[in-house]
């Protein structure tokens, strides 16, 4: 079973940075994407970025490209999303997953990753 733990979620203002980690344990696959999702209340779960095995392709949604950024270190089994200039739009509740690399890329949808994390909330104030 393998295990994501997201961190580094909070109250910020408009135009701020956070950067939120997950770290994955238990019997982590080989070869595997990552991937970031969110959800606001009342709406529906998003994709965010996804992230290569090798950490050289990512994958970004145009309401976040150009401001996030995804990134991963194996060495750390630690996958990380890097927000800036954070708007209030982007308050949601943060989720990360994984799955093997062999399903394809890029993976944009929920269903395409089998391991979630229990999410970190991100509030943006105006």
């Known amino acids: 079973q393998v295990q994501l733990v997201e961190s580094g979620g909070g109250l910020v203002q408009a135009g701020v940075s956070l950067r939120l980690s997950c770290a994955a344990s238990?019997?982590?696959?080989?070869?595997?994407?990552m991937g970031w999702f969110r959800q606001a209340p009342g709406k529906e779960r998003e994709f965010v970025a996804t992230?290569?095995?090798?950490?050289?392709?990512?994958y970004y949604a145009d309401s976040v490209k150009g401001r996030f950024t995804i990134s991963r270190d194996n060495a750390k089994k630690t996958a990380y999303l890097q927000m800036n200039s954070l708007k209030p739009e982007d308050t949601a509740l943060y989720y990360c997953?994984?799955?093997?690399?062999?399903?394809?890329?890029?993976?944009?949808?929920?269903?395409?990753?089998?391991?979630w994390g229990q999410g970190t909330q991100v509030t943006v104030s105006s």
């Open positions: 997953a994984t799955s093997p690399t062999a399903r394809g890329w890029p993976r944009s949808r929920s269903y395409e990753y089998d391991y």
């Open positions: 992230i290569s095995w090798s950490g050289d392709s990512t």
């Open positions: 238990g019997r982590t696959l080989g070869t595997y994407v």
